[in-house]
């Protein structure tokens, strides 16, 4: 039986992945390199999260992601330059399964009996993480780290959670909140191009 | 008392290690810096395996693995520009330490419980995994994604342990056919100059 | 009720975070991806550490490192272009935290019941991942291949541990000498500017 929360987090799951195929197409990665890239895009930040947990990661006891990340490696293969038409749709199924996987990574850690800080790093390296592999991978300087609130928005994410915790919010409407204050803080961001400030660099370094 | 698996997992050991060393040398590491590639690429796959399924990592429990290391460390010191005379004997040793590491991570999973299609999985991250954390330690984007079907091998080699497994075949020649399987592919795979197909770019890419 | 050794470590987490956010901002990493940064450096080789020996991460039990990043961040932030002044300081905390870090990976291991060697590989990734981390998020050769026996200081330090327990001296004997041996081998080695030997290039190299 499938519900729908199921139903979101293939969504996110195939967003993610195609994130990851996409990269991979430019710097003309074979199908096999595609896969991996889209899949540590799209399971990298539960990964992290559970071995850091110390629980068995949650792809090992699900086929469905790999599944679905190799659904969507199909899916890019097929649609070719069509792709760039869906940019709006990937953009949305992206943020609605960031929103999703900051709410799956803070509650884990919570019912894995660890305090709500932790679990606010857990909810952003949930939704986080994957991006950063996936940059490595590539040998990118991970974009996260330059452009757009995309890590706030899991962080704010944690904190409305939180929040709704600490005021006995009733826990769906907890989930939808968070979920919610995710998917409006980053695509307030994008719209607005709001970036968080950039460090000012220290020209004279002496860094050894 | 050693036996002969032992021994072909040390070989094995030597020449993923002789690879990460011979490609730090390439980019003016210092002793320790090869020693570290050498190290990461002959126990990184079999590491991040062991983490997945939440076990001790092999190597923290029998110092064979940072001895031969230091043992191909000493070789490629000592050879110096006469290594390459040997191209054709690490490859040999590559291909058959891959089979048999695809054949070591198969096992393992399926007697820590796990079903057979995470077991092909982390038959392929053990084979590919050292190698992909080598190419980021020297900053290449990493080889795998982009040549030879060395991953393919892999997966084909734990879906041939599936299938013997199925048709209850017995487990040393299950254990043959599977690591044969993967050193053929690999052999074929370089000898045709045979690949994946390469995943098309589009080149108007908005990926933000 | 906070002790000498506490204060030492936070002090070590202080500079380590300082180094990494040091360099984020040459790259002009925004806030967000500074204090990642800064915290992957700080806690990254620890982190790796406790994921090997089974163990939770250290960070994950004790909000400390977490703040004192972010008050490395605020001091990068205000100090700006004076930051150079300190060059010493941070070279000297930074050193300090080097020998600390190694005992604590050193006395974890081996409470954790693994042998000698194990402990001196776990004191050296304690010391030392962390840079390396920090290098690859920032795509960068990591320096530590490179330059400085910054790494073979950590080695020093777990063989000095080592020989003190086979002589059965006093634990806090121990760890003084030990740490003491990473810091003097560290300021020797940039003073004298003393490396490891470079390993030399097989030109023709026909790595596939």
Chains 1, 2, 3 share one sequence.
Not at 152 to 159: F, N, P, T, Y
Request: aromatic fraction near 14%; include cysteine.
């Amino acid at each position: 039986m499938i519900n729908f929360l199921d139903i979101i987090e293939y969504v996110g799951t195939f967003a993610f992945a195609i994130s990851g195929i996409r990269l991979a197409s430019l710097k003309r990665f074979d199908w096999f390199g595609a896969y991996v890239v889209g899949l540590v895009t799209a399971i990298g930040g539960g990964t992290i999260r559970d071995v850091l947990l110390g629980v068995t990661p949650f792809w090992m006891l699900n086929s469905s992601y790999l599944i679905w990340t190799a659904v969507a490696l199909f899916f890019v293969v097929v649609s070719g330059n069509h792709l760039t038409k869906f940019a709006n749709t990937f953009f949305l199924f992206d943020t609605i399964g960031l929103g999703l996987f900051v709410v799956v990574g803070f509650e884990k850690t919570i019912n894995n009996g660890f305090p709500y800080w932790v679990a606010i790093v857990m909810g952003t390296i949930t939704g986080a993480a994957g991006g950063i592999m996936r940059d490595i991978l590539i040998t990118e300087i991970p974009l996260i780290f330059r452009k757009e609130i995309y890590a706030m928005a899991c962080v704010i994410g944690g904190l409305v959670y939180w929040l709704c915790d600490l005021w006995k919010v009733d826990v769906t409407v907890a989930e939808i909140l968070s979920a919610s204050s995710v998917i409006i803080t980053r695509i307030i961001a994008v719209k607005f191009q709001i970036g968080l400030p950039v460090l000012k660099s220290t020209n004279d370094l002496d860094e050894s």
